[in-house]
Nanobody
Framework: QVQLVESGGGSVQAGGSLRLSCAPS????????MAWFRQTPGKQREAVAS???????RIIDSVQGRFTISKDNAKNTLSLQMNLLKPEDTAMYYC???????????????????WGQGTQVTVSS
């Protein structure tokens, strides 16, 4: 049974940093295509960053230079380092995973089979 558990969310002031972690069970991160999405009330869930089975990363323009996605294969975790946070980064952040390494389209929700419950990030001005 696959379960993804996010942690590391919280409340920070603009300019601050947070590091989100995703600890999966039933998933070996080195063999899974993984991503972080975020969602605010009333809006569609938005992809933030993805990382392929081989470790190739992609990140959306609005967080480029501020956010970094990474996998720690030894610890079997996925992380999202978020620096220089802005109020518009406020959202529920979700970890997503899929075993189809060959399937590209990193920013499509339908691409991912497994989802965590989310961790809230709130950035105040």
């Amino acid at each position: 049974q696959v379960q993804l558990v996010e942690s590391g969310g919280g409340s920070v002031q603009a300019g601050g940093s947070l590091r989100l972690s995703c600890a999966p069970s039933g998933v070996t991160v080195s063999r899974y295509y993984m991503a972080w999405f975020r969602q605010t009330p009333g809006k569609q869930r938005e992809a933030v960053a993805s990382i392929t089975c081989d470790g190739l990363t992609r990140i959306i323009d609005s967080v480029q230079g501020r956010f970094t996605i990474s996998k720690d294969n030894a610890k079997n975790t996925l992380s999202l380092q978020m620096n220089l946070l802005k109020p518009e980064d406020t959202a529920m952040y979700y970890c997503a995973a899929d075993s189809r390494c060959w399937y590209d389209n990193p920013y499509a929700e339908m691409r991912y089979s497994y989802w965590g419950q989310g961790t809230q990030v709130t950035v105040s001005s």
